[in-house]
């Protein structure tokens, strides 16, 4: 079964430690790995991607595929982080807009 | 560009009613995908349409269905409609660039209360 899972519902951390966001798939076959964002009062949008590799607003992720995570990280958390988060999937070969997504964690940063 | 469009934003039904939502995708993107938000389920892929075809379905009931015209625009339609369709209905759209694989841009949603 394809299946996204981000066992923490709320991380709350202080500003300036480092960040967590865990995220484990299930799928038989070549995934595609995403971190949306959404802001508070603001649409779901894409935070970055595996295939990418790339550090978006201190962000990174790693794809491993023998844990099966998608990990999202940051080492200093800012007050601007705080958001919800959500990790997806899709098909290696999927050029559509069917994703599986993660039920999302809520990250708090605190002054 | 403008942004994903969607209406209308709040609605309200009761058991039994139908309802139509509308979704304007970005100007050159032909790919729209719907997907239903409830705090228990979280995001759920409903069906996506590319140049008036649906290209994937999730697993929902016969009774949500849509279709796309042929300027992109896109309508979901609940029929015979449950309690348990309350939810916020998110309509997104992606490029046909095959190098912005998983990139939706999303609307605002159409939150539907089911009384």
């Known amino acids: 079964a394809q299946r996204v899972t981000q066992p923490e519902k709320l991380l709350s951390v202080f500003k300036g430690a480092p960040v967590e966001l865990k995220c484990n798939y299930s799928?038989?076959?070549?995934?595609?790995l995403f971190w949306y964002v959404q802001y508070s009062r603001q649409r779901l949008q894409l935070l970055l991607r595996?295939?990418s590799r790339e550090s978006i607003k201190g962000f990174t992720a790693d794809l491993n595929k023998g844990e099966t995570s998608f990990h999202l990280k940051k080492p200093f958390a800012q007050e601007e982080d705080s958001a919800m988060y959500y990790c997806a999937l899709s098909g290696r070969y999927n050029q559509g807009g069917k994703l599986i997504f993660g039920q999302g964690t809520e990250l708090s940063v605190k002054p | 560009k403008a942004g994903v469009t969607q209406t209308p934003r709040y609605l309200i039904k009761t058991r039994g009613q139908q309802v139509t939502l509308s979704c304007s995708p970005i100007s050159g993107h032909r790919s729209v995908s719907w997907y239903q938000q409830t705090p228990g389920q979280g995001l759920q892929f409903l069906f996506e349409y590319f140049s008036e075809t649906q290209r994937n379905k999730g697993n929902f009931p016969g009774r949500f269905s849509g279709r796309q015209f042929s300027n992109s625009r896109s309508e979901m339609n609940v029929s015979t409609l449950e309690l348990g369709d309350s939810a916020l209905y998110l309509c997104?759209?992606?490029?046909?660039?095959?190098?912005?694989?998983?990139?939706?841009?999303f609307g605002e949603g159409s939150r539907l209360t089911v009384l």
């Open positions: 799928y038989s076959g070549s995934p595609e």
């Open positions: 997104a759209s992606s490029s046909p660039d095959a190098s912005n694989t998983g990139e939706l841009f």
């Open positions: 595996h295939i």
